[in-house]
């Protein structure tokens, strides 16, 4: 396998190719500070005003497609094989763009602050394919944030510009840039820097576990939108940056008739489909996790190394059922995902080892899913309770449970006494879950922060799990303001 020391990335029509970049510069930094590109803004530094938004060009399945991303967070070492388009690249010969024009057009911009942002998210959904919704266009933009225009006028020029029939530079000259991005993917593993101070980038799986064990030193990173914040907000040094996804497999989601696996480098965008068909309310928790930008870059795999006791994903893959597979070296292991979660700040993962794989199961036919998040604004929020509940049913019995919550203990953790308190509980017989939803309080010893107190978080706790039982029970009241399940099943 050949090495090659440099980053190499498509933009302009042109390949930029770069032997000193610093292991932690951002794409931010470098398109206004080397480049001189000034238009994309840096407003919250942190991934959530969307001012800094880019588009990356990825080849997929033979073509082009254009995601958002935040370049704030976004490592250099990520651009390697891919096309960058900012802001800047737009008008053509002194021609705005189309989705320039419409918010000229529909005043979608009084003091511009965040209109490279919305310009550039509304710039891949010109790309996405066909005319989106209004509430797909609200989705698509959630990550980006405006304080005095106001959405509307926005919305309106994503609508009037983005109609499912692109017809701009990058439209015109799809072929050439799907045959750039190919030759680009040379299968070499990249190594810029010296032995001390790199970003690594390797091409293949085992190459990838050899080098992060011999450096366990090293910061692995997949989407950076932990990392990221690392870098811009704690000022972390990271000299040695072991970056995952360039191993084309470890993108790789295989669904099969009972379980979905989804190796390590895949997105929340690469995995939404798999996972929503498991049940609509998982289709929901990602639709509301981070932003679009976020959920381009961000991994699953991600969400599981970090070890949050407050991230999505991790309760739902509990409630499921998950087995967590990792890898050191050329030793692998496997354990159901709850035991990787040992304490605060601690995971069952040595240095060098990386999360490799999450197996998933399907619900079967006797068995029914629920999952809410509670966070203080429905978009772009990290949760104060994340919930998630899978009930096998014997007839209208609950036979037994898996529920886990997120932001009620120091980890994701499951509710043991509240599971076999509620074996035996008739759906139809409210009395016969009080003392399931009274067992939370044994299960559970939450704390109190900025996000919520510790007696809301055990109220809501008690309620969503309530709610669940109404829901499954086929209650007739509404129990959603908005979601998925809108009325219940
Ligand atoms: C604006 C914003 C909004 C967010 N909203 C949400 C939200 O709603 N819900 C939520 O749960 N999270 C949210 N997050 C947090 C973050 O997006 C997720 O935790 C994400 O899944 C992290 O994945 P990543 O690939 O970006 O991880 P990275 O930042 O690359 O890495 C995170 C950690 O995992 C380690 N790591 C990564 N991959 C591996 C691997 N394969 N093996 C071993 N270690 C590894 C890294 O070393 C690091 O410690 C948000 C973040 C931002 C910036
Ligand atoms: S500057 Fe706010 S998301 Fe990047
Ligand atoms: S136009 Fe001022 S923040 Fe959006």
């Not at 918010?103 to 919305?118: K, L």
């Not at 045959?179 to 010296?194: E, F, N, R």
């Not at 036979?399 to 203990?409: D, E, H, P, V």
């Not at 799990?465 to 979601?483: C, F, N, S, Y």
Request: overall charge neutral; charged content about 20%.
């Amino acid at each position: 396998m050949s090495t090659r020391n440099t980053i190499r990335f498509l933009r302009r029509g042109e390949i930029v190719e770069l032997a000193h970049v610093p292991p932690i510069q951002t794409v931010l930094d470098y398109l206004r500070l080397d480049e001189k590109s000034r238009g994309t803004k840096e407003g919250c530094n942190e991934g959530d005003c969307g001012a800094c938004t880019v588009a990356i060009g990825r080849l997929r399945h033979g073509r082009v497609v254009y995601e958002p991303v935040n370049a704030c967070i976004l490592l250099m070492g990520h651009l390697d094989g891919t096309e960058l388009v900012t802001v800047d690249d737009l008008a053509d010969n002194g021609e705005l763009h189309p989705v320039q024009r419409a918010m000229v057009d529909t005043h979608g911009s009084q003091c511009g602050f965040c209109t490279p942002g919305f310009i550039m998210s509304l710039f891949t959904l010109y790309h996405a394919g066909a005319a989106p919704t209004r509430q797909q266009i609200a989705d698509h933009i959630a990550g980006n944030l405006c304080r005095c225009t106001g959405y509307r006028p926005i919305i309106d020029a994503a609508t009037a510009s983005c109609t499912g029939h692109p017809a701009d530079r990058w439209a015109r000259g799809a072929k050439a840039a799907a045959k750039t991005l190919a030759a680009l993917d040379d299968g070499s593993d990249v190594m810029v820097g010296s032995g001390e101070s790199f970003i690594a980038r390797p091409s293949n799986a085992d190459a990838l576990a050899a080098l992060a064990a011999r450096h366990p030193d090293a910061t692995i990173v997949s989407g950076a939108t932990d990392v990221g914040l690392w870098i811009t907000k704690q000022l972390r040094q990271l000299p040695k940056i072991i970056m995952t996804g360039g191993v084309s497999s470890l993108h790789h989601i295989e669904d099969a008739a009972e379980r979905i696996s989804i190796s390590a480098a895949a997105t929340y965008a690469e995995a939404f489909e798999s996972l929503g068909r498991i049940d609509p309310d998982v289709g929901e928790v990602l639709r509301r996790l981070g932003s679009t930008q976020v959920r381009a870059s961000g991994t699953i795999g991600g969400n599981i190394a970090n070890g949050s006791p407050i991230g999505d994903m991790p309760p739902v893959l509990i409630a499921l059922g998950a087995t967590l597979h990792l890898r050191y070296g050329e030793r692998e292991r496997q354990m159901p995902l709850e035991d990787f979660f040992i304490a605060y700040g601690r995971q069952d993962r040595s240095p060098g080892e990386l999360v490799w794989r999450v197996d998933v199961p399907k619900l079967k036919a006797n068995e029914a899913f629920r999952a809410y998040k509670i966070s203080k604004r429905f978009d772009q929020d990290i949760s104060a309770v994340m919930s998630a509940f899978r009930l096998t049913l014997d007839g209208r019995r609950v036979a037994s449970a898996r529920i886990a919550f997120g932001g009620m203990a120091a980890t994701p953790k499951r509710a043991a006494q509240t599971e076999l308190a509620l074996a035996g509980a008739a759906l139809d017989d409210e009395a016969t879950w009080t003392a399931a939803i009274a067992a939370l309080a044994q299960d559970y010893q939450p704390i109190a922060d900025m996000r919520a107190s510790a007696a809301y978080r055990m109220e809501v706790a008690q309620g969503l799990l309530r709610k669940a039982l109404l829901e499954i029970a086929g209650a007739a009241a509404d129990t959603r303001v908005t979601g998925q399940r809108m009325a219940v099943a």
